[in-house]
């Protein structure tokens, strides 16, 4: 049964910072893996989605990793914003029935 | 804007009553799944659908049960509702490539309070 893991469960950094969130899973079968963006009572928002055969994909100041033999995804966000502040989750797409497996998430905030 | 819509936005039930939160998946997709999100929590996948079947299931009981349409949009059913049910609840469309190129599109979700 995949398990997704994230930590730190909460950060709090002040505007400008670099930051890295982190992601581990159990099952290296997975097809993809994405990372996405919760606002307070909000639904999902797709920030990028990694495909199993890459090692990593970039969105503007985002950039994520992915290490299948480790078991492991970051998410590195650059510059930070007040804007950024939310919840993010990584998500595995596990092979056979293509169903996601979520993490907890990291609540962010960037302070002005 | 991702093109899948749920309604309704927001439901407020008392326990042993039943709900119907329903699904409108983005054109062209024929693959539908739902998840519970608890407060603080991560998604849950409940179940899956595929061209009007069930393509999967989560560990959920039996009293949450789905359809899916002709049309591919989907009902969520929950029976007998429990305290622990409040939850948001999101669906997700996509077109089942079942791949690495498999993109789940999220709906906005509908909170759910039972009290």
């Known amino acids: 049964k995949q398990e997704v893991t994230q930590i730190p469960a909460a950060l709090s950094v002040p505007e400008g910072e670099n930051l890295v969130l982190n992601c581990s899973f159990t099952d290296s079968a997975i097809y993809n893996l994405q990372w996405f963006r919760q606002d307070p ?37 650059a510059a930070s914003q007040p804007g950024d502040s939310a919840t993010y989750l990584c998500a595995a797409l596990n092979s056979g029935y293509s169903t996601l497996t979520f993490g907890k998430g990291t609540m962010l905030l960037v302070s002005p | 804007e991702t093109g899948v819509t749920q309604s309704p936005t ?19 997709h024929n693959t539908v799944s739902w998840y519970q999100q608890a407060l603080g929590q991560g998604p849950q996948f409940i179940f899956q659908y595929y061209r009007e079947e069930e393509n999967g299931r989560g560990n959920f009981p ?5 359809l899916q349409f002709p049309n591919y949009s989907s009902e969520l059913n929950v029976n007998a509702l429990e305290l622990d049910d409040s939850a948001l609840y999101l669906c997700a469309s996509s077109l089942g490539l079942a791949g690495p190129k498999e993109t789940q599109y999220f709906g906005p979700g509908t909170r759910l309070l039972v009290l």
């Open chain 1, 41 to 77: 009572g909000k639904g999902l928002t797709s920030l990028l989605l990694i495909q199993s055969s890459q090692r990593e994909q970039t969105s503007g100041r985002l950039n994520a990793s992915l290490d299948k033999s480790s078991g492991r995804s970051t998410l590195y966000i």
């Open chain 2, 10 to 28: 927001h439901l407020i039930k008392t326990r042993g009553q039943q709900v119907t939160l329903r699904c409108s998946s983005q054109s062209g």
């Open chain 2, 62 to 66: 039996p009293r949450f049960s789905g």
